[in-house]
């Protein structure tokens, strides 16, 4: 050994909740969630901690110190308060920190060292066995390995002398290792009901950053984020967050995150915050990140856009073939390549720039349509069109000006009651 | 050094004369507007990007949008950003968009709402780097709001497009060029009312007929640009 290889963050430590196994085990696996980014070996305490296993990790990360300070920020960061420890022997690390030692220990002899003046009680022992130890003076770990061995089967029974044993590096220590769910979905629990938007945008960014820690475990990144947030005595409230790209881009999501809490209604205090999420392989986004930075941008703006304005409010513009003016296009997805692809149908001669979304009726004086003053307009150009479906056009089209000089696209209907309309503007 | 070389620096300003086009280190790129004689007229031979440009109409109808239309038909073909058109009063027509060249897949319409969802809107689109023009129709008229997006265009390199009432023309700005944009027989009149490094010059006739026959992908700006009379 001689590495560090395990950690643990003692659960004492989590005081942001109500000692409920529950809600305890609920922060754990949030935990396990946020820490594989660092390791895929982690094993859950239950109801008390979290073991890691970083002998593998140790390098990626800068070493031993810097991926000990990563956790201890992040685990501060994610609103959790923790006992950290890293020792070469997982047991050993997790009984440091059930001591309440926050400590970063290199190798075995620091190790033993350190575990000798732990107490007894993060052993376990049966209330007789505690009293038995007692008697003999016996409070800390070292004295208690300074007696003989067969004494202490005795005493201990094989089970705890092995764990002894496995503390101290004398004997392999194997682990079931936790495995993640294929979904994100976590929920977290408030402290106390809260309406104010900071505090939720708080508790909300809590999830976010275990989702994105979850994420970078998987090299993932989600495409779709569904927030709940749950009420004392009423419907939850929900909301959800659309990407054009999968990211994991804490900065960003975080961002979009604020930005969509500012017009979310939240008619009650918050009791708990709920956050579900997919996720999808980043492989590709990776790749063209170094490619096309600005590519990545683009669909940034338009998530913070759609994040604030609603899903709704961002397109794109297409043409679509055919000889329905109102019809000759279309919004799309924005950078939709296609937009500009297939025959536009007829070649449209004279098309205003702007078109009404909805046909003005133009009023008529001395037999002439009237906008801002009478309009002359010359040759006209018939459009019959979709006879077969429920909105046929028959109209004749013309350029209009009217005495400010302004270039109108009108129409008249052809048949009865044929009404001029103004439809666009050459501008 | 000789007269010559002392005239061509940059920091030297002959009046009756606007400032050299900006190197590239300027903040304050240009882009050709397609006419020629509006280019002459234009700090640094075109719009200037990185900027705010302000065109002052009345009413609708009067060719103020294919005044810029010729310069962000060339930019969606020569660059992969945004031309985002943030609240336009009605919609952009596709086909008459794509006849003038304008590569459709760079558009982006915003559609925002509230005042102050558009306002910020705009400000977003200038500052995110992403976005070649922002077309703009702004609801405020707060000199502050009005510098805040100056400063997001600049931080962004945007050319921001602000299209307003000419009610506003007596009003301080801090955009780079304002215009004022009147129809006439062929086209529209054009008068500049402030530029940077320049005067304001009296109205001039610009053709659109001849601008428009001419896809923007061709290499040479078409179009004239007739001071101080009216075409035909």
């Given at each position: 050994?001689?590495?560090?290889?395990?950690?643990?963050?003692g659960?004492?430590?989590?005081?942001?909740?109500?000692?409920?196994?529950?809600?305890?085990?609920?922060?754990?696996?949030?935990?396990?969630?946020?820490?594989?980014?660092?390791?895929?070996?982690?094993?859950?305490?239950?109801?008390?901690?979290?073991?890691?296993?970083?002998?593998?990790?140790?390098?990626?990360?800068?070493?031993?110190?810097?991926?000990?300070?990563?956790?201890?920020?992040?685990?501060?960061?994610?609103?959790?308060?923790?006992l950290?420890?890293?020792?070469?022997?997982?047991?050993?690390?997790?009984w440091l920190a059930r001591a309440g030692r926050?400590?970063?220990?290199?190798?075995?002899?620091?190790?033993?060292?350190?575990?000798?003046e732990l107490p007894?009680s993060v052993?376990?022992?049966?209330?007789?066995?505690?009293?038995?130890?007692?008697?003999?003076?016996?409070?800390?770990?070292?004295?208690?390995?300074?007696?003989?061995?067969?004494?202490?089967?005795?005493?201990?029974?094989?089970?705890?002398?092995?764990?002894?044993?496995?503390?101290?590096?004398?004997?392999?220590?194997?682990?079931?290792?936790?495995?993640?769910?294929?979904?994100?979905?976590?929920?977290?629990?408030?402290?106390?009901?809260?309406?104010?938007?900071?505090?939720?945008?708080?508790?909300?960014?809590?999830?976010?950053?275990?989702?994105?820690?979850?994420?970078?475990?998987?090299?993932?990144?989600?495409?779709?984020?569904?927030?709940?947030?749950?009420?004392?005595?009423?419907?939850?409230?929900?909301?959800?967050?659309?990407?054009?790209?999968?990211?994991?881009?804490?900065?960003?999501?975080?961002?979009?995150?604020?930005?969509?809490?500012?017009?979310?209604?939240?008619?009650?205090?918050?009791?708990?915050?709920?956050?579900?999420?997919?996720?999808?392989?980043?492989?590709?986004?990776?790749?063209?990140?170094?490619?096309?930075?600005?590519?990545?941008?683009?669909?940034?703006?338009?998530?913070?856009?759609?994040?604030?304005?609603?899903?709704?409010?961002?397109?794109?513009?297409?043409?679509?073939?055919?000889?329905?003016?109102?019809?000759?296009?279309?919004?799309?997805?924005?950078?939709?390549?296609?937009?500009?692809?297939?025959?536009?149908?007829?070649?449209?001669?004279?098309?205003?720039?702007?078109?009404?979304?909805?046909?003005?009726?133009?009023?008529?004086?001395?037999?002439?349509?009237?906008?801002?003053?009478?309009?002359?307009?010359?040759?006209?150009?018939?459009?019959?069109?979709?006879?077969?479906?429920?909105?046929?056009?028959?109209?004749?089209?013309?350029?209009?000006?009217?005495?400010?000089?302004?270039?109108?696209?009108?129409?008249?209907?052809?048949?009865?009651?044929?009404?001029?309309?103004?439809?666009?503007?050459?501008? | 050094?000789?007269?010559?070389?002392?005239?061509?620096?940059?920091?030297?300003?002959?009046?009756?004369?606007?400032?050299?086009?900006?190197?590239?280190?300027?903040?304050?790129?240009?882009?050709?507007?397609?006419?020629?004689?509006?280019?002459?007229?234009?700090?640094?031979?075109?719009?200037?990007?990185?900027?705010?440009?302000?065109?002052?109409?009345?009413?609708?109808?009067?060719?103020?949008?294919?005044?810029?239309?010729?310069?962000?038909?060339?930019?969606?073909?020569?660059?992969?950003?945004?031309?985002?058109?943030?609240?336009?009063?009605?919609?952009?027509?596709?086909?008459?968009?794509?006849?003038?060249?304008?590569?459709?897949?760079?558009?982006?319409?915003?559609?925002?709402?509230?005042?102050?969802?558009?306002?910020?809107?705009?400000?977003?689109?200038?500052?995110?780097?992403?976005?070649?023009?922002?077309?703009?129709?702004?609801?405020?008229?707060?000199?502050?709001?009005?510098?805040?997006?100056?400063?997001?265009?600049?931080?962004?390199?945007?050319?921001?497009?602000?299209?307003?009432?000419?009610?506003?023309?007596?009003?301080?700005?801090?955009?780079?060029?304002?215009?004022?944009?009147?129809?006439?027989?062929?086209?529209?009149?054009?008068?500049?009312?402030?530029?940077?490094?320049?005067?304001?010059?009296?109205?001039?006739?610009?053709?659109?007929?001849?601008?428009?026959?001419?896809?923007?992908?061709?290499?040479?700006?078409?179009?004239?640009?007739?001071?101080?009379?009216?075409?035909?």
């Amino acid at each position: 050994m001689g590495q560090p290889a395990a950690l643990a963050a003692g659960g004492t430590g989590i005081s942001y909740y109500a000692r409920e196994t529950r809600l305890e085990h609920q922060a754990l696996t949030g935990l396990a969630d946020w820490a594989g980014q660092f390791t895929p070996a982690i094993t859950l305490l239950p109801g008390d901690g979290l073991l890691l296993e970083v002998s593998g990790s140790l390098r990626l990360f800068g070493g031993a110190r810097a991926l000990y300070r990563r956790l201890r920020d992040g685990i501060h960061e994610l609103g959790y308060t923790g006992l950290l420890s890293m020792a070469p022997t997982p047991r050993g690390a997790t009984w440091l920190a059930r001591a309440g030692r926050s400590l970063l220990l290199h190798d075995q002899p620091a190790l033993t060292r350190a575990l000798m003046e732990l107490p007894l009680s993060v052993l376990d022992l049966k209330a007789a066995q505690h009293k038995a130890f007692h008697r003999l003076g016996i409070t800390t770990l070292g004295e208690c390995q300074r007696l003989p061995r067969e004494g202490l089967t005795q005493r201990l029974g094989t089970e705890l002398l092995t764990h002894l044993d496995q503390a101290f590096g004398l004997k392999a220590d194997p682990r079931e290792y936790f495995v993640p769910s294929p979904r994100f979905d976590h929920r977290l629990e408030l402290p106390s009901p809260v309406s104010n938007r900071e505090a939720l945008a708080f508790a909300a960014n809590r999830l976010l950053a275990e989702l994105t820690g979850a994420l970078a475990a998987r090299r993932a990144g989600t495409r779709q984020l569904q927030f709940e947030l749950e009420h004392e005595d009423r419907e939850p409230g929900r909301f959800c967050m659309n990407l054009v790209r999968a990211s994991r881009e804490a900065a960003h999501l975080r961002h979009l995150l604020y930005t969509r809490l500012e017009t979310q209604p939240v008619p009650a205090a918050v009791t708990a915050v709920r956050l579900r999420a997919d996720f999808e392989t980043l492989a590709e986004v990776h790749a063209s990140l170094f490619e096309a930075p600005e590519e990545m941008a683009d669909t940034r703006l338009i998530e913070r856009l759609r994040a604030r304005l609603g899903e709704t409010a961002v397109h794109g513009l297409a043409l679509v073939p055919g000889h329905r003016p109102e019809r000759a296009f279309r919004y799309c997805a924005p950078g939709d390549a296609s937009a500009q692809a297939g025959p536009a149908g007829p070649v449209m001669t004279r098309r205003p720039v702007w078109l009404l979304a909805a046909a003005r009726p133009l009023p008529i004086r001395n037999d002439t349509p009237y906008f801002d003053g009478p309009l002359r307009y010359g040759a006209g150009e018939r459009i019959e069109s979709g006879w077969w479906d429920d909105n046929p056009v028959l109209r004749d089209y013309f350029v209009a000006r009217n005495p400010r000089g302004a270039c109108l696209w009108i129409y008249r209907e052809i048949v009865q009651p044929r009404r001029w309309f103004l439809h666009g503007f050459f501008a | 050094m000789n007269t010559q070389q002392l005239l061509d620096r940059a920091d030297i300003w002959r009046g009756g004369r606007l400032p050299p086009a900006k190197r590239e280190d300027s903040p304050h790129h240009s882009l050709s507007s397609g006419f020629d004689a509006l280019d002459a007229l234009l700090p640094g031979g075109g719009w200037p990007t990185g900027t705010l440009t302000e065109v002052l109409t009345e009413g609708e109808g009067v060719g103020a949008l294919r005044l810029v239309l010729p310069a962000l038909a060339r930019m969606s073909q020569s660059q992969k950003k945004w031309i985002a058109w943030v609240s336009p009063p009605h919609v952009p027509y596709a086909p008459a968009l794509a006849a003038a060249g304008l590569d459709l897949s760079r558009v982006l319409v915003v559609h925002a709402d509230r005042n102050a969802n558009r306002d910020w809107a705009i400000e977003q689109a200038l500052r995110s780097g992403t976005c070649g023009a922002v077309l703009a129709w702004p609801a405020s008229t707060d000199a502050r709001v009005l510098r805040r997006l100056q400063l997001a265009a600049e931080t962004g390199h945007s050319w921001g497009v602000l299209f307003r009432s000419l009610r506003h023309a007596a009003q301080p700005s801090p955009a780079a060029v304002r215009l004022q944009v009147e129809p006439d027989l062929s086209g529209i009149s054009v008068q500049i009312l402030k530029r940077r490094g320049g005067w304001a010059t009296g109205p001039m006739s610009l053709d659109f007929e001849h601008a428009l026959a001419v896809p923007a992908s061709a290499t040479t700006p078409a179009g004239g640009l007739h001071p101080g009379r009216y075409q035909q």
